[in-house]
C-alpha cells in the first residue's frame, strides 16, 4: 500500500501533523499499535486534559539544546489551538498558572483532532506491529512491514513518544528507529514523576499519606512553589512533578513549608504578644498539624511555652520547616511518569521541519526527541507546536 506520508503513533503529534499534511493533499497514513487512537490524550488531566497554557514560553522546556523548541513554538502557538478549540466550541477553562483545561472531558480534544483527522482525509491504522522499517534508495522513499500488511511513503514521521506510562503502550521502539538511521539518541529517565523515599524516611512520613501543603521545593538552582502531597511512597504533587525534571539521583531536595512568611520573625512578635502559646501550638495553626507535629516530634522544646524559648532556637526552628531538606531514594520511574526525559538529539534535526539532517524524508515529533515540558499544558503544546512544523513540509 503507497501512500505520501506514514506516521506512527497516533498520538498528539501524530495527530496535529496528519491533519497539517493532510490539508496540503498530502495522502496521509497513521500507524499504532495500540487499539485506539489518543490514549494518553483521554487520561491526561485527570480525564479532562491540560491541553495548553496561556504562558508558553521556551524558558519552560528542558533540552541539551535550548534553542531548538523556540521556532516551532513561535510559529504554532498556544493561541493557534486555541483558537481551534473555540471553533468546536469546546468549553474550557484555566485552572492555575495559565492551564487549560476542558470542561467537560478530554474526549472532547480527541474527537475535535479526529475530526480535523477524517476532513483532511487521513487514514489511521490501528492494532498494527511494525516489524521492518527500511529506506528504499531506488524511490527515496520507505518501506514499512507490519503484522498486517507491506507500506510504502516517501515521508516517514515518527511519533512514537517516549516510555512514559508503559501500561499506555509506551515502548522505545522510536529510539530504535533514530539508531537505525545513524541518529545520535541521548540517555532517557523519567520525568513529571514523584519520588521514593528511603526506609527510615519512608516509615516517618507515610503516616502523613494524603496530606497535602503549598511549598517552594529547590533542586540544582530551580524551583517551584505549589502544592506538595505526602504518599505512602513518598512526595508527589505539582511542586514534586515539577522538580522531579531538575532532580538527579543522590541529590537533596530542600524545602520551605511556610513560603509566606520567615518563621522566627513570627515567632518573635507572637512570643511578645502572646508569651505563653505552646510552641507545638503556634506551628500547628501554620502547617498541617499531623506535619508539624512529625517535624516536632524529636524537638526537645515542643511543648514549652514561647516566653521560655530563645531566639536562637526560633531561627534553628526557621531552618526545620523553612529549609527542610530531604534526599529523595528515586522515583516512581515510568510507570507513574507524565514524560520523558531525553530521547532523539535535537542536533539531529531540522528546528523548522523536524527532518534529520541524516536522512532525507525522516522526521522527528513530539515526546520522542529531547525536549520536555514542564507540567501545565507544556508538553501538550510542544505536540501541537512541532506536528504542526512537520506537517507544512512532509
Known amino acids: 500500500m503507497n501512500t ?8 498528539a503529534a501524530g495527530l496535529m501533523c496528519a491533519i497539517e499534511a493532510g490539508k496540503r493533499g498530502r495522502q496521509v497514513i497513521i500507524l499504532d499499535h495500540a487499539n485506539k487512537p489518543g490514549k494518553k490524550i483521554l487520561m491526561s488531566g485527570g480525564g479532562r486534559c491540560n491541553f495548553t497554557n496561556h504562558e508558553i514560553h521556551p524558558d519552560k522546556y528542558l533540552s541539551q539544546n535550548p534553542h531548538f523548541c523556540k521556532s516551532a513554538l513561535s510559529r504554532y502557538t498556544q493561541w493557534d489551538f486555541i483558537k481551534l478549540v473555540n471553533k468546536y466550541k469546546i468549553p474550557f477553562h484555566e485552572k492555575k498558572l495559565g492551564q487549560l483545561f476542558c470542561d467537560n472531558k478530554a474526549k472532547d480534544i480527541l474527537e475535535m483532532l479526529l475530526t480535523e483527522c477524517q476532513k483532511a482525509g487521513v487514514r489511521i491504522h490501528l492494532e498494527e506491529s511494525i516489524t ?29 513518544g517516549g516510555l512514559s506510562i508503559p501500561s499506555m503502550g509506551a515502548t522505545p521502539f522510536g529510539y530504535k528507529i533514530a539508531e537505525q538511521f545513524g541518529l545520535k539518541v541521548l540517555p532517557v529517565r523519567a520525568g513529571l514523576v514523584p519520588f521514593t523515599l528511603h526506609s527510615e524516611d519512608k516509615t516517618k512520613f507515610e503516616v502523613l499519606s494524603g496530606v497535602a501543603c503549598d511549598s517552594v521545593v529547590e533542586a540544582n538552582g530551580t524551583q517551584f512553589r505549589e502544592n506538595l502531597l ?4 513518598g512526595l508527589s504533587g505539582p511542586s514534586m512533578l515539577q522538580i522531579s525534571n531538575y532532580w538527579l539521583p543522590g541529590d537533596f531536595l530542600n524545602i520551605n513549608l511556610l513560603p509566606d ?4 520573625d513570627l515567632l518573635k512578635q507572637t512570643q511578645k504578644e502572646k508569651p505563653n502559646h505552646i510552641l507545638k501550638d503556634v506551628i500547628g495553626r501554620l502547617l498541617p498539624k499531623r506535619l508539624a507535629m512529625i517535624l516536632l516530634e524529636n524537638y526537645p522544646l515542643a511543648d514549652h511555652t514561647l516566653q521560655s524559648i530563645s531566639h536562637r532556637e526560633f531561627d534553628k526552628l526557621g531552618e526545620l520547616f523553612q529549609a527542610f531538606q530531604i534526599k529523595p531514594n528515586g522515583t516512581e520511574g515510568y510507570r507513574t ?11 539531529e534535526l531540522s528546528s523548522k521541519t523536524f527532518e534529520s539532517r541524516k536522512q532525507k524524508g525522516l522526521y522527528f515529533i513530539g515526546e520522542v526527541m529531547d525536549v520536555t515540558g514542564w507540567l501545565g499544558g507544556y508538553n501538550f503544546q510542544w505536540a501541537w507546536s512541532s506536528g504542526w512544523a512537520a506537517g507544512q513540509v512532509v
Not at 230 to 233: A, D
Not at 337 to 347: C, K, L, P, R, S
Request: glycine share 8%; hydrophobic share 40%.
Open 230 to 233: 505526602f504518599t505512602h511512597r
Open 337 to 347: 511518569a507524565e514524560v520523558t526525559i531525553g530521547g532523539v538529539d535535537t542536533n
Open 4 to 11: 505520501d506520508v506514514m506516521i506512527i503513533g497516533a498520538g
Open 132 to 160: 521492518e522499517v527500511k529506506h528504499q534508495i531506488a524511490t527515496t522513499g520507505f518501506e514499512i512491514k507490519t503484522n498486517h500488511a507491506t507500506y510504502a511513503c516517501q515521508s516517514l514521521v515518527v511519533a512514537t
Open 261 to 264: 512568611c520567615s518563621l522566627p
